[in-house]
Nanobody, 125 residues
Framework: QVRLVESGGGLVQAGGSLRLSCAAS????????MGWFRQAPGKERAFVAA????????RYADSVKGRFTISRDNAKNTVYLQMNSLKPEDTAVYFC??????????????????WGQGTQVTVSS
């Protein structure tokens, strides 16, 4: 069993930055790909970013390319999402997810089998 706990969310002005963390327990994540998703009010959960176990391959949603950076520290069993140049449309609950079945970077929710509870990010204009 894997437990994922997100932190680092909060309220920030447009143009500001936040760094989200996703700490895992119960199993080491060093062999698995990880992803971040977000769900805005009234919208479906959407892919944000993902990376392989080594961090060597990453993928981003077009809407966050150049502004967000996903990374991981396997020694700390933690994945990060650095968010810069935040916009009001980035407001959402952000979830991290683990793909413990395969090692590929995937953007579909069905590719992940463990999820955190989410952390709220609110960007004011």
């Amino acid at each position: 069993q894997v437990r994922l706990v997100e932190s680092g969310g909060g309220l920030v002005q447009a143009g500001g930055s936040l760094r989200l963390s996703c700490a895992a327990s119960g199993r080491t994540l060093s062999s698995y790909s990880m992803g971040w998703f977000r769900q805005a009010p009234g919208k479906e959960r959407a892919f944000v970013a993902a990376l392989t176990w080594s961090g060597g391959t990453t993928r981003y949603a077009d809407s966050v390319k150049g502004r967000f950076t996903i990374s991981r520290d396997n020694a700390k069993n933690t994945v990060y999402l650095q968010m810069n140049s935040l916009k009001p449309e980035d407001t959402a609950v952000y979830f991290c997810a683990a793909n413990t079945v395969g090692g590929a970077v995937v953007s579909g929710q069905e590719g992940y089998d463990y999820w955190g509870q989410g952390t709220q990010v609110t960007v004011s204009s």
